[in-house]
């Protein structure tokens, strides 16, 4: 889980350059995948591999009162995208775009340390609303399991794409040594393509939800849908909820985790209408910097908030479970059951519910 820049503002005028110098030479198919077709860099050949693996996960889990909701279930299956090319940057072959799709859903049956692969799922409180989760450059979605389960405990699904170059899988398959720069910036780059890979997502939960022979069937709400991600991976949700280039608009809120607006996307972030955003940032950040986390909650319209976490580092605060992660699930369980579920809290309580001595303090406008 090695991060390979010191800071990102290094990175997004490397990928800038990039994308300004490949601009004439490539353009990626995107027909299908409801995103507009847009320049980007090469991008990589998909090859499943295995599921999640066991890690962590709270000792305690938070359960939704009157549920039968005791572990956490995995599902996962390989996501193709008809019409979307894939390119390996170390060897030029191409491909149909494809990836490994995770997703995790309440189950019935208790899990310890690891989600259980096709567990029975709970149905007592379902459907279910929908978290599409985007990881961050060189991890994968199963690092953020601490996270990912507390929100399924409380009754989501969440749907997590394995991308198929940014990923930790994908930096470690194809042998990508980060030092190299060059090389580094076309696997990291493809953050362009992402936006579609969680359209995708939602489409495919959207048939298994409606397969019988699978346990997701009828397990989600698709009505009610949040974006969420962290690092690049928040950038990526923040352009697939909240700008022209990529917005999807059956999103109805956005969770960026010590993301940034990133100008390679190249549309107008937020335009109307609006949506609910949540944003979260540690404030020993040395990756993301706080600065671009405020120019996100700065620049977007009402309902939103920002969760500052104090003396948090780039990913710490969600992948392992500590004051800050339990900060941000529940903040991000306040925000989502006012704008998913559209429960009775209080515009008060949703706009100081962050405000943990010590760990944490919550700035809301939610007009």
Known sequence: MRLRRPTRPTLLVGIVGAVVVLIAALVVANRGSGVPARLSVPTATTVPGQTSESVPIRPQQRQVNGSNIRGLGEYSTTVTEAGRILCVPTTGACSTRSYLLHVYYPSMQRTQNSPLVDATPATSGSPYPLIVFAAGFNVDPSNYLPLISGW???????????????????????????????????FESDMLNQPGDMQAAIAEVTLLNQNPSVPLNGLVNTNDIAAAGQSDGGDTALAFADNSCCRDPAVKAAIVLSGAEFPPYRGQYFPSPAIPLMVAQGTADTVNPPQLSAQIYAQAPAPKLYLQLLGADHLVAYTEVDPYEQAVLKTSLAFLATYLRDAPTSVTQLGTVGNIAGVASESADLS
């Open 152 to 186: 399924v405990h409380s009754g989501y699904v969440v749907a997590a794409p394995r991308f198929p170059l940014s990923s930790a899988w994908a930096i470690s398959h194809y042998g990508v040594n980060l030092s190299d720069l060059k090389l580094s910036d076309a």
